[in-house]
DNA sequence: AATGAATGAGTGTTCATTCAT
DNA sequence: AATGAATGAACACTCATTCAT
């Protein structure tokens, strides 16, 4: 019985992060009133607030549950493989893939940056730094095999992480918006190849000899 | 007699937008109040209002000043070299500099972008367009002559421009913050070497032979 | 329990109508502040911006309030009579006694003309178009049946109706006001009988030999 | 050399009074901007300050003015004539044509009442004072003469002169206001006969048998 | 005398949050 | 537990008036 009612304080917790998301996403969080959450969800405003402190809070639950998931994808299919080149190929292309599918995130993102400051620092340097820190592994002991060239690896991996962030901020300026009537015709994993290419060979041509 | 008022009203206004920036870096556009910064220029509010329509207005003119100045240090520096090699270290260096010597305009950088998506794309893809289409020209003609390998243009120089804005972002997330106390330690330059190889390098080794 | 919800929310309007009228009436629209009628009432603010869109709407709806039940009055209490004349006199009087009854509507009435000219002749014209049909409709019959002169109906009934205003603003400039500190001294009603005689003797079919 | 000066600031001062009168109109007294007025006259706001206290002040030096232009007109076409019937019809027509050919005074009339009650009763009584008084002396002499019934003089004078206003307002609410695309179609004027008429045969003894 | 840049008091409205039911 | 009515803090912007030039 107790797990009856902790799984649907679960499942109404999911709920509301995923109302919120929406709404977050399409009127950023300034615009969005929590009225015109719990209305999409059909409940009264003081529901959300058995669920979450306030305003904020909820805000960086859909922002933190976001980097969650998009830290599971990392792990899941990066971990695994073992070639170094593959693995940063594969951060590539599961980075953009995680964002090309969760669009309405990738506003949360942008917002939450500028609106809490802090918080954003906190929960970055929180579910970013263990996946910071695989790549300075394997950047470590890809120099030590020879396969990467010889490198400053905190700032290196510090460079190959902001790329990624760079390409997605860039992007979206460009080609996202929530009303963006056709969202489809570009997606960022059209970039997979030309980031990849660019981190792991340069701009410069090494056919020397 | 007409020079002394247009140079009077032009200095003014350059006071008000220096102001300007100091505040909204300090406390971001939202809790900006219009009369703080009134107050710090010792001046009543109807003054501001003189001068710019209104705070949305007078936010996004410290932006556009901010990116013309950006734009100008990157033609200074850039244009004049010649190698392609070159050209984009500079690029890297100057960009880099330039933000290290005015951190406040990072925080408002990273405001806009939220507070004002729109104006902010109208903004950035004005003043960026032709500083990317100049990455475009530097790589078709180094590829051509062979010095930069075979790749897409266009993507790889957003990725190229990426890099750069990404690098700013994760180095501002950790250790900007107007109110860090020793913003000094670290610097934006230190990365200038790591980037640069990256880019265009990138990571394998290349001793080919 | 849904009638004992909807009976409060009535009542609740009720006393903010009844507020504001007073408030409205003392210090006219423009220096009324909301929080004035809030305070009168005991309320925060917000609860009367849950009945009423914005300021204005409130003053209208005090407006139309009175106006409705200058109109309820005057169908009671001429449509039962038959005689014309008495039906004229009935007119006059009923009119003076509403106002003399409802100072402050006189106020409101002043008031609304200025401040919302376009809004005053839509319900103006509303609810009073019906009362100067009922006058042309008497006017119209009793011309045929001799009892009243040959009369330009529209421009007659026009100019009855407008008689009743111009007494009550001619008094109302002169003796009324709320801060008036006698405002018992005269009334409205004590000119009843010469604007009745003023009106009659002038309708009559000077039936002279 | 002093008259002149003296006709200039004349000169000066009724400019202002007709720009004012014109934005007055135009816009109503809180939407009218000081700098409106100066810009239309293209002179600095502080020029109408030399010649006017405030705002308002020049708000009522423009009813007073148009006022005083009515007690002017009146007394013209009134005075001179003798018969108390023709003196009646007189007071209508004249009234009537004055405002038909000043229609923006008409507005101004409409504002002052509501913003500046207490300057409207002065200017007001102060104006009309002897106007109504003329109105009580023919009324008196003529009962005497037997041509008017037997009356309350206070009161229909009262009466009489309220009912011009009442018709001046009740035409301005339904024909008038400064937007109307045809302003001519319809004139005040055209009441002429049934007022009069409504007024006469109620005043003219019914010397019946 | 004339100007118009500078001033700053003044207020309607929103909406996150609370809490009685 | 859920509700949603009530609350009231917070703030940009206007414009009449002044006064240095």
Redesign the pocket.
């Known amino acids: 019985m107790e797990d009856k009612?902790t799984q649907?304080?679960h499942r109404?917790r999911e709920e509301i992060l995923t109302a919120a998301k929406h709404i977050f996403a399409k009127n950023g969080f300034?615009?969005?009133?929590?009225?015109?959450i719990?209305a999409h969800l059909?409940?009264?405003?003081?529901?959300?607030?058995?669920?979450f402190?306030?305003?904020?809070?909820?805000f960086l639950a859909v922002f933190e549950q976001g980097m969650a998931g998009l830290r599971q994808a990392m792990r899941a299919n990066i971990e695994p493989i073992i070639d170094p080149k593959n693995k940063i190929s594969a951060a590539v292309r599961t980075y953009f893939e995680f964002f090309d599918n969760d669009r309405e995130l990738v506003e949360i993102l942008m917002q939450v940056r500028s609106e809490f400051k802090d918080d954003y620092r906190r929960v970055f340097l929180a579910l970013y730094s263990d996946y910071i820190v695989k790549i300075q592994e394997n950047l470590r002991v890809s120099v030590k095999t020879g396969v990467f060239r010889k490198l400053d690896v905190e700032k290196t991996a510090e460079a190959i992480s902001a790329t990624l962030h760079g390409v997605l901020q860039s992007f979206y300026v460009r080609e996202f918006g929530p009303e963006t009537a056709v969202p489809d015709v570009e997606k960022l994993t059209d970039r997979t190849e030309a980031v990849t290419a660019l981190l792991l060979k340069g701009l410069l041509k090494t056919d020397s000899a």
Chains 1, 2, 3, 4 share one sequence.
């Open positions: 009612k649907l304080v109404r300034r615009r969005t009133k929590i009225g015109e719990a059909s409940v009264g405003k003081g529901t959300l607030y058995r669920y402190k306030d305003k904020k809070s909820l």
